[in-house]
T-cell receptor
Framework: DAKTTQPTSMDCAEGRAANLPCNHS???????VYWYRQIHSQGPQYIIH???NNETNEMASLIITEDRKSSTLILPHATLRDTAVYYC?????????????FGKGTLLTVNP | DVKVTQSSRYLVKRTGEKVFLECVQD?????MFWYRQDPGLGLRLIYF???????EKGDIPEGYSVSREKKERFSLILESASTNQTSMYLC??????????????FGPGTRLLVL
C-alpha cells in the first residue's frame, strides 16, 4: 500500500469546518483512499473512502485531487465529539491484501 | 449499521492464565480480524479468518490462537498470558469482495492488562 503523510496535529473551532489533508504521492491507479478515526480508548471508526471522484456521506466529504496525489477530509461542522486521531490510508483494490495499516494520523482537537 | 461487539472493554489477568476474547458481528460478514494496538507501534494484525473454521496468521500470531466456529463469532485465545501481551485488542469484520477492497468495521476494543 502507498505511503501517506499527514500533519501530526490540527486545531479547529467548534462549528467550523475541519479540513484534514493527506499526501499520497505514490498512489497507484487501483488504490483507494480510506479515512478512519479513533476517539481516545475506542476502536477505529470508518468514515469514508474513494477512488478518484469526490465522495460525501453523512459524516464527511472526501476531496481527491485530479492527479490523486493528495486528498482532504472535510468535517463540515466540527463538534467537540469529533476530537480524535484521523487516519488516512491508501489500499489496493481486490481482496488479496487483508491487512489494515494505520500510520500516526492527525490528532484533531476541536475547541469550544 | 454494522455492529461489532467485543465481550469486555477492560480485562485484568495474571501471567500464565488462559484468556478468551470474544468478538461478534451482526452483518453476516465473511472476514473477521484480530489486531492489537500499542503506542508507537500502530495497528498489528494477529490473525484473520475469511470463513467459518478458516484462519490465517497475521504479522504477530505467536502466543495467540483463534477459533471461528460460527460465521458471526471470532475468538482470540491467549494460551498462557504474558505481560508483553498487555495491549488494546481490536476486532474487525468486513465483507468478502474480490473486486474492491472491503471496508473493515471495528469493535470498541478490549484493553487487557496482564499482571
Amino acid at each position: 500500500d502507498a505511503k501517506t503523510t499527514q500533519p501530526t496535529s490540527m486545531d479547529c473551532a467548534e462549528g467550523r469546518a475541519a479540513n484534514l489533508p493527506c499526501n499520497h504521492s505514490t498512489i497507484s491507479g487501483n488504490e483507494y483512499v480510506y479515512w478512519y478515526r479513533q476517539i481516545h480508548s475506542q476502536g477505529p471508526q470508518y468514515i469514508i473512502h474513494g477512488l478518484k471522484n469526490n465522495e460525501t456521506n453523512e459524516m464527511a466529504s472526501l476531496i481527491i485531487t485530479e492527479d490523486r496525489k493528495s486528498s482532504t477530509l472535510i468535517l463540515p461542522h466540527a463538534t467537540l465529539r469529533d476530537t480524535a486521531v484521523y487516519y488516512c490510508i491508501v489500499r489496493v483494490g481486490g481482496g488479496s491484501n487483508y491487512k489494515l495499516t494505520f500510520g500516526k494520523g492527525t490528532l484533531l482537537t476541536v475547541n469550544p | 449499521d454494522v455492529k461489532v461487539t467485543q465481550s469486555s472493554r477492560y480485562l485484568v489477568k495474571r501471567t500464565g492464565e488462559k484468556v478468551f476474547l470474544e468478538c461478534v458481528q451482526d452483518m453476516d460478514h465473511e472476514n473477521m480480524f484480530w489486531y492489537r494496538q500499542d503506542p508507537g507501534l500502530g495497528l498489528r494484525l494477529i490473525y484473520f479468518s475469511y470463513d467459518v473454521k478458516m484462519k490465517e496468521k497475521g504479522d504477530i500470531p505467536e502466543g495467540y490462537s483463534v477459533s471461528r466456529e460460527k460465521k458471526e463469532r471470532f475468538s482470540l485465545i491467549l494460551e498462557s498470558a504474558s505481560t508483553n501481551q498487555t495491549s488494546m485488542y481490536l476486532c474487525a469484520s468486513s465483507l468478502l469482495d474480490k473486486t474492491v477492497q472491503e471496508t473493515q468495521y471495528f469493535g470498541p476494543g478490549t484493553r487487557l492488562l496482564v499482571l
